[in-house]
Nanobody, 124 residues
Framework: QVQLVESGGGLVQPGGSLTLSCAFS????????MGWFRQAPGKEREYLAV????????YNRDSVKNRFTISRDNAKNTMTLQMNSLESNDTAVYYC?????????????????WGQGTQVTVSK
């Protein structure tokens, strides 16, 4: 069983930055592609970024690709999402996700494991 624990959420002003972290446990981290989703109030969950098992392939949603950076450290079993130039419409619950197949991390219905989520609020 895979466990995913997010941290780093909070309140930030528009234009500010946050770094989210995801701690992975329960299986060999090297065998799992990782990603981030978010869900804003009243909206469906949406994929943000995906990193392949080795870290060699990275995919970003167009709306955030110039502001958000995903990375992973296979030695520490962790993944991060660096978020810059945050906007009010980035306010959402952010979820860490994991799946053996990279392609399964682009749609919420095909993701195998979810973290519990961490709240990010962008407001003055």
């Amino acid at each position: 069983q895979v466990q995913l624990v997010e941290s780093g959420g909070g309140l930030v002003q528009p234009g500010g930055s946050l770094t989210l972290s995801c701690a992975f446990s329960g299986r060999d981290f090297n065998d799992w592609a990782m990603g981030w989703f978010r869900q804003a109030p009243g909206k469906e969950r949406e994929y943000l970024a995906v990193v392949s098992r080795s870290g060699s392939m990275i995919y970003n949603r167009d709306s955030v690709k110039n502001r958000f950076t995903i990375s992973r450290d296979n030695a520490k079993n962790t993944m991060t999402l660096q978020m810059n130039s945050l906007e009010s419409n980035d306010t959402a619950v952010y979820y860490c996700v994991a799946d053996p197949l990279t392609n399964n991390l682009f749609q919420s219905r095909t993701v195998t494991y979810w973290g519990q989520g961490t709240q990010v609020t962008v407001s003055k």
